[in-house]
């Protein structure tokens, strides 16, 4: 049997290859025995043939708290707040799987999907019509501590979120990490790891992955069928924990 590393290598390098370098779909997992650079140079490997020489990996950095790209600009903290709350609580993706029961952006699957996560939460802000944010990519030995694991932790690769600022600070929209409230950048790096020992990328609205081009601007929806499928793998897992995925994941949320 194919040891459970190189299988999701294989997986890994054909989300990569099977669409175009705008469309595809990179897990972030990483297995916790594998370091970061491992999946660093899988990635360079493709990137070899990428028409973009301005990636989200390639545009990253060491995080230093000084001479960062600017990022959407939203009028005021409290308005950040309440557009949080808004994406966060919105049950508006319908579910063929049980039919009439809408759900969320799935928050509560922390596993993996961040890429589909962003993206939808773009896409919701683009239709209502309000500005939207630019996202903010972290690559590393990333690892955050989690209720909504059988763990209680995951481990990434990377990670991306919608970020905005007010007046030159910068706050990340993730509920996926913190359901109350915005967090600074700093606070969201220092979640997953050291601050100083990640490296991060500020990105257009509409980069997508780790390959994508960091300027793109355009909002997609090659991620629809994707968040489809995470919805069904947190629905899946929350019952696996034995957590009540009606209620979490309905009009009872756990914020």
Same mark, same amino acid.
């Given at each position: ?132 944010? &630019? #996202? ?8 955050? @501590? ?5 763990? +209680? %932790?995951?481990?990434? /690769? ?73 919805? &069904? #793998? ?8 034995? @957590? ?5 994941? +309905? %009009?009872?949320?756990? /914020?």
């Amino acid at each position: 049997m194919m040891p459970r590393f190189i299988f999701a290598i294989v997986i890994f390098l054909y989300s990569l290859t099977a669409l175009s370098f705008e469309e595809r779909d990179v897990s972030a997992y990483r297995n916790p025995d594998l370091p970061y650079e491992h999946y660093e140079q899988l990635m360079n490997d493709v990137e070899k043939y990428s028409p973009y020489f301005n990636s989200a990996m390639g545009s990253a950095r060491y995080y230093t708290g000084s001479n960062l790209p600017n990022a959407t600009a939203w009028p005021s903290k409290s308005v950040v707040q309440s557009r949080f709350a808004s994406v966060r609580n919105d049950r508006y993706i319908k579910w063929s799987r049980k039919p009439g029961f809408p759900r969320r952006i799935s928050w509560l699957y922390p596993n993996d999907g961040c890429y589909a996560r962003a993206t939808m939460a773009n896409r919701w802000f683009k239709s209502h019509g309000i500005n939207t944010p &630019s #996202k903010v990519f972290a690559f590393g030995n990333l690892r955050v @501590k989690t209720r909504n694991h059988p763990r +209680g %932790s995951v481990s990434w /690769w990377y990670h991306v979120a919608p970020i905005v600022e007010v007046g030159g600070s910068k706050y990340v929209i993730d509920p996926s990490i913190e359901s109350s409230r915005p967090l600074s950048l700093g606070e969201w790096l220092s979640r997953m790891g050291t601050p100083s020992n990640i490296k991060i990328a500020i990105c257009g609205s509409g980069t997508q992955a780790p390959g994508s081009n960091c300027e793109n601007q355009s909002v997609g929806s090659g991620v629809v069928s994707s968040q489809l499928g995470f919805l &069904s #793998k947190e629905w899946d897992q929350l019952k696996r924990m034995r @957590k009540k995925p009606e209620e979490l994941l +309905g %009009s009872r949320p756990p /914020w």
